[in-house]
């Protein structure tokens, strides 16, 4: 089941403000499901804290289950799983609801691959448009075969390969989905596995595959990152405490700065260089967004976020470069764009056509119904900023299955001339549960609209 079987629910956003307080966001998404994914593939028992328990997460949950692994929550954001062990998982007895989640399909595929089981994955509306391709095509690679609807969608079957070979393998784009679906592969291949990715993105399965005692290692070379992963390692069960998560973190953060009066701070946020463009972006912007208490926490760098009302953001060029350690906060960003003075140029971002949604086109249409030129083409856009206080809103938006469309639109309202409404925020509950009780608590006012 995934959490948008049931009926839209729409919700508005009103100025209101100052916003002030605290935010503790939640567990980091990434993180989140790879501990599950790694935690079923070693031995003994890892324990899970800070787990995110957005419906993304809980779906590769009761996928680990239907592989053969026992997972179990323990109390809210404690978890163990009692893993298989590599090349271990069974073969799933029903089909693999991955919800809303790319993140969650990719991963799990890429780690049945290369095991001789068969399994059938499907998603809700929005996963069962996006692309499989660029997974099942590295499978293919180690052995395993493919069968889904045209186009390389959802549903589809994975026959897993019975003799893996290892791959050497470049990424075609710059994805974390796609280098670590070949990694987890690799994991049940014998010999070494190779991925070069020619942009840097997060790196969070290499950082947790190391932890877990797989022979791993990368290198920067002229062609990008490499990483060699040594096949078939007998993982070792963790104890792991999940980071919150920079790109929920960016929500408060976002809203703080726009909103008259604001002053949040959002506590204890990973700062990974592969996750934190964001936030070097505002700062070029103008933001009033420093970092306290810088501190390294499990190997990563962490601080308190602190953001303040800043009514002198000016647009920026986004340096493409940057995007892959961005590349969800580009919504939110459009929103801060639209509150400050002159031009935000986004480039090298086609990415964002293919996430829950087409991003740029689901926030360039929202914008625009909210009164904000914005131009776009097949890898950029632009949004003309009116300045702080000066979006006009007033318009009811489409989430399209997105929660971070949902989000950057709600707070969008916050700081506009009247009120905006999306038309159906419970998707937000795929990585943010608690996101309209926080806000709220910060001082936003959020109304559930009458169904
Ligand atoms: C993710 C990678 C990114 C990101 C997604 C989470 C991950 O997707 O957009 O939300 O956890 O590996 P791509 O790999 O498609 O860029």
């Known amino acids: 089941m995934s959490a948008h079987d049931g009926p839209a629910a729409p919700m508005t956003a009103h100025a209101a403000g100052p916003l002030t307080g605290e935010a503790q966001v939640p567990g980091d998404k990434s993180v989140s ?3 599950l994914i790694l935690g079923a593939l070693s031995v003994g028992e890892t324990r899970i804290t800070g787990l995110l328990e957005g419906q993304d997460v809980l779906d590769t949950a009761t996928a680990m289950r239907a ?3 026992e997972v179990t929550q323990h ?5 163990s799983v009692h893993g298989v062990g590599t090349g271990g998982f069974a073969e799933p007895a029903q089909v693999i609801d991955c919800g809303n989640s790319g993140t969650g399909v990719r991963l799990i595929m890429g780690a049945m691959g290369t095991s001789p089981i068969t399994a059938t994955f499907t998603g809700d509306a929005s996963l069962r448009l996006r692309p499989m391709a660029r997974i099942t095509d590295p499978l293919a690679l180690f052995g395993a075969a493919a069968h889904g609807r045209s186009g390389g969608r959802l549903p589809m079957t994975v026959v897993g390969a019975r003799a893996p070979v290892p791959v050497q393998y470049t990424t075609p784009m710059p994805s974390a989905q796609v280098k670590s679906a070949v990694l987890l592969a ?5 010999g070494e596995t190779v991925v070069t990715e ?4 997060r790196d969070h399965t290499e950082r947790m595959l190391a932890g877990f005692g797989a022979e791993i290692e990368t290198e920067t070379t002229n062609e990008g990152r490499v990483i060699r992963l040594t096949g078939q390692p007998e993982l070792r069960a963790q104890t792991l405490t999940v980071p919150r998560d920079p790109s929920s973190a960016a929500f408060p953060v976002c809203a703080a700065l726009i909103v008259p009066g604001s002053e949040v701070l959002v506590p204890n946020i990973g700062l990974n260089p592969t996750r934190a463009g964001l936030f070097e972006t505002l700062r070029e912007m103008g933001a009033d967004l420093t970092y306290e208490n810088p501190r390294d926490e499990g190997g990563e760098p962490v601080a308190d976020l602190r953001a303040r009302f800043s009514p002198d953001m000016r647009g920026i060029s986004v340096p493409p470069e ?3 350690s961005m590349i969800d906060e580009y919504p939110i960003l459009s929103v801060v764009a639209a509150n400050a003075a002159g031009r935000t140029e986004m480039r090298g ?3 964002l056509r293919v996430k829950e949604s087409d991003r740029i086109d689901a926030m360039a249409q929202g914008l625009r119904a909210c009164g904000v030129t914005v131009e776009e083409g097949p890898d950029w856009w632009i949004v003309e900023g009116r300045g702080p206080g000066e979006v006009p809103g007033g318009a009811t938006v489409a989430a399209r299955l997105d929660h971070r469309i949902a989000m950057s639109f709600l707070i969008a309202g916050f700081a506009a ?3 905006v409404t999306v038309d159906d925020a419970t998707p937000i509950a795929t990585s943010f549960p608690i996101f309209t009780d926080m806000m709220t608590a910060l001082g936003a006012r959020l109304e559930r609209d009458p169904t």
């Open 186 to 190: 690799g994991l049940n291949a014998p």
């Open 67 to 69: 592989f053969g692994a």
């Open 198 to 201: 020619r942009e840097a993105t």
């Open 322 to 324: 940057r995007a892959a």
């Open 33 to 35: 499901h790879r501990a």
């Open 75 to 79: 109390e809210p954001g404690s978890w």
């Open 417 to 419: 001339k009247s009120p």
């Open 349 to 351: 971002v086609a990415e």
